[in-house]
Nanobody
Framework: VQLQAYGGGLVQAGGSRRLSCIGS????????LAWFRQAPGKEREFAAA????????YYSDSVKGRFTISRDNAKNTVYLQMNSLQPEDTAVYYC???????????????????WGQGTQVTVSS
């Protein structure tokens, strides 16, 4: 599957932004989908994931309660709704997909074999 992320941009602290990631190909519903992010000078980190099948969601502690991941399999799209954004949320955001991924590995980028190109989110203070 090929992934294309959209929706990045500049937002003021306390604001909201929604990212979208559209996948090509069929059988989108077999993939666990995730968002990772990479801040300047830092390693890429897990932000959120949504499981295939059950749609169970997982979040890192840093975004829990502020970000919401969702998916629309009919549109081959995964979303990341980001609220109460802070300057520390500034990063390049990547969407990723892994087929039939075991729940144990949802936050490990090494198990995701499809990646989007990334979209920049900048939060100004």
């Amino acid at each position: 599957v090929q992934l294309q992320a959209y929706g990045g941009g500049l937002v003021q602290a306390g604001g909201s932004r929604r990212l979208s990631c559209i996948g090509s190909g069929r059988s989108f519903n077999i993939y666990t989908l995730a968002w990772f992010r990479q801040a300047p000078g830092k390693e890429r980190e897990f932000a959120a994931a949504i499981r295939y099948g059950t749609g169970a969601t997982y979040y890192s502690d840093s975004v829990k309660g502020r970000f919401t991941i969702s998916r629309d399999n009919a549109k081959n799209t995964v979303y990341l709704q980001m609220n109460s954004l802070q300057p520390e949320d500034t990063a390049v955001y990547y969407c990723a997909a892994a087929s039939f991924l075991h729940d144990y590995y949802y936050s490990s980028e090494r198990y995701y074999n499809f990646w989007g190109q990334g979209t920049q989110v900048t939060v100004s203070s």
